[in-house]
């Protein structure tokens, strides 16, 4: 799909973490530049893992052409002029981009704690900008927005995104137009990289086998002394594209695929507990309306998937089934049925019940490394309003209080207007 952990965002699993043992209070600091550290002692690993989250939208990237956030944040991380300085303290550096930020992540052994924040810091804000790594570099952001299409569900979902967000798309690690990224200059990367890469708008949240009180110290004293700046501009959110019926695009596999969906809320919305509930009862696992009304009643479905991402910038949710060619017509009959329905109608006790425990237990499976409690905690930091990081802990509480009645309201939110894309594959006859 179009997505890995931890790039999507915040998926429809948001709920409480359930450890299987109390574990320290995060810790939290605010640094005088305005950026904030929060760190999460694990005492169960070896390991560390430093996020850090810097607050480059996907609107700020209209005014330089989409795909250059994905292109300077590849270049910052190749690490080029601290090579030996990675190899020597072991840390791997992965990056991912999302609507509302880019996170830079490294992961090292504990004992590395000191250099990986020393590491962080040369990184993000002072990095080497070199003509021949922008070349090569440019070279794999291109592949990566060419082969978005490759993949039927992928092709659909573009499709989808960008009559959602048009010119945003999905705002992720494939968007970009291939020309314009192969136009960019490395003069524009430098100023982009100024103009974006600063210590107030960045959350830095770490989570390993370290003491948490010497771990503030290491990051804070680290990050201290760089110089804030003035935050720059996002341009206006785009208009969706006016859609009444499905847009029907054709496709080379043999796989027919229907995506449907439309615009979602941000984190701290007051409905977003109740769309989380109802977006499970629909779509996640073999429990789910979908599944059960697709694959155990009618046979119909490859795949069925749902995606609830939460987002100051683009947020959005969609219901994605592939298929049969043949069949897409009756899949999608039965989606947009199941979909009426969950809209319209409180949910049965039990359901409720099931969709809230799936939620949880979700959630606390993908909280058990590191690099998961890490980017957590910074991106509820960043994305959870007055709350903070807090607001993950608090989440549970709304989650467990939603009531039946609030999900079909909920759920009306993004469906009405719906965006819908049928990928009509060829048929097996037509293979060839």
């Given at each position: 799909?179009?997505?890995?952990?931890?790039?999507?965002?915040?998926?429809?699993?948001?709920?409480?973490?359930?450890?299987?043992?109390?574990?320290?209070?995060?810790?939290?600091?605010?640094?005088?530049?305005?950026?904030?550290?929060?760190?999460?002692?694990?005492?169960?690993?070896?390991?560390?893992?430093?996020?850090?989250?810097?607050?480059?939208?996907?609107?700020?990237?209209?005014?330089?052409?989409?795909?250059?956030?994905?292109?300077?944040?590849?270049?910052?991380?190749?690490?080029?002029?601290?090579?030996?300085?990675?190899?020597?303290?072991?840390?791997?550096?992965?990056?991912?981009?999302?609507?509302?930020?880019?996170?830079?992540?490294?992961a090292a052994p504990a004992e590395s704690v000191g250099a990986c924040a020393r590491l962080m810091r040369r990184m993000l804000f002072s990095p080497r900008f070199t003509q021949e790594a922008l070349e090569a570099e440019r070279a794999r952001v291109i592949r990566s927005i060419a082969g978005r299409d490759e993949v039927p569900a992928g092709h659909a979902l573009h499709r989808f995104y960008?009559?959602?967000?048009?010119?945003?798309?999905?705002?992720?690690?494939?968007?970009?137009?291939?020309?314009?990224?192969?136009?960019?200059?490395?003069?524009?990367?430098?100023?982009?990289?100024?103009?974006?890469?600063?210590?107030?708008?960045?959350?830095?949240?770490?989570?390993?086998?370290?003491?948490?009180?010497?771990?503030?110290?290491?990051?804070?004293?680290?990050?201290?002394?760089?110089?804030?700046?003035?935050?720059?501009?996002?341009?206006?959110?785009?208009?969706?594209?006016?859609?009444?019926?499905?847009?029907?695009?054709?496709?080379?596999?043999?796989?027919?695929?229907?995506?449907?969906?439309?615009?979602?809320?941000?984190?701290?919305?007051?409905?977003?507990?109740?769309?989380?509930?109802?977006?499970?009862?629909?779509?996640?696992?073999?429990?789910?309306?979908?599944?059960?009304?697709?694959?155990?009643?009618?046979?119909?479905?490859?795949?069925?998937?749902?995606?609830?991402?939460?987002?100051?910038?683009?947020?959005?949710?969609?219901?994605?089934?592939?298929?049969?060619?043949?069949?897409?017509?009756?899949?999608?009959?039965?989606?947009?049925?199941?979909?009426?329905?969950?809209?319209?109608?409180?949910?049965?006790?039990?359901?409720?019940?099931?969709?809230?425990?799936?939620?949880?237990?979700?959630?606390?499976?993908?909280?058990?490394?590191?690099?998961?409690?890490?980017?957590?905690?910074?991106?509820?930091?960043?994305?959870?309003?007055?709350?903070?990081?807090?607001?993950?802990?608090?989440?549970?509480?709304?989650?467990?209080?939603?009531?039946?009645?609030?999900?079909?309201?909920?759920?009306?939110?993004?469906?009405?207007?719906?965006?819908?894309?049928?990928?009509?594959?060829?048929?097996?006859?037509?293979?060839?």
């Amino acid at each position: 799909m179009r997505r890995t952990i931890p790039a999507l965002m915040v998926a429809i699993v948001l709920a409480a973490h359930v450890p299987a043992s109390p574990a320290p209070a995060p810790r939290k600091c605010l640094l005088p530049n305005g950026m904030r550290v929060v760190v999460q002692d694990n005492e169960r690993t070896a390991t560390v893992v430093m996020c850090a989250l810097v607050r480059v939208t996907a609107l700020h990237e209209l005014h330089a052409g989409l795909g250059m956030r994905r292109l300077v944040l590849s270049l910052v991380a190749r690490g080029d002029g601290c090579r030996d300085e990675l190899v020597e303290a072991a840390v791997r550096a992965e990056i991912s981009v999302a609507p509302d930020y880019v996170e830079l992540i490294l992961a090292a052994p504990a004992e590395s704690v000191g250099a990986c924040a020393r590491l962080m810091r040369r990184m993000l804000f002072s990095p080497r900008f070199t003509q021949e790594a922008l070349e090569a570099e440019r070279a794999r952001v291109i592949r990566s927005i060419a082969g978005r299409d490759e993949v039927p569900a992928g092709h659909a979902l573009h499709r989808f995104y960008e009559r959602l967000y048009p010119g945003l798309g999905a705002a992720d690690r494939s968007a970009g137009d291939p020309a314009k990224v192969a136009a960019i200059t490395l003069d524009q990367v430098v100023r982009f990289h100024a103009q974006h890469y600063l210590p107030n708008a960045t959350v830095v949240a770490l989570s390993g086998g370290v003491d948490g009180t010497e771990a503030m110290e290491f990051v804070s004293e680290t990050m201290s002394g760089l110089l804030p700046g003035a935050m720059p501009d996002e341009a206006p959110e785009p208009l969706a594209v006016e859609q009444p019926d499905a847009d029907r695009i054709a496709g080379n596999g043999a796989t027919g695929v229907y995506v449907t969906g439309g615009r979602a809320v941000e984190l701290e919305s007051p409905l977003y507990p109740a769309m989380a509930v109802g977006f499970t009862a629909l779509s996640s696992g073999m429990d789910s309306r979908l599944y059960r009304a697709l694959r155990l009643e009618r046979s119909l479905a490859y795949t069925i998937a749902g995606e609830l991402t939460p987002s100051a910038t683009a947020p959005s949710a969609f219901v994605l089934v592939t298929c049969d060619p043949r069949r897409l017509d009756e899949v999608a009959a039965v989606v947009d049925g199941e979909i009426a329905r969950i809209a319209a109608e409180p949910l049965p006790a039990q359901e409720l019940q099931r969709a809230k425990r799936y939620l949880i237990g979700r959630h606390a499976l993908r909280r058990q490394r590191n690099q998961e409690i890490a980017h957590y905690l910074a991106l509820f930091e960043l994305l959870g309003g007055p709350q903070g990081y807090r607001r993950d802990a608090r989440l549970a509480g709304e989650i467990a209080a939603v009531d039946a009645g609030a999900v079909p309201e909920a759920m009306r939110r993004v469906f009405e207007p719906t965006w819908a894309v049928r990928l009509e594959g060829r048929r097996p006859d037509e293979a060839g």
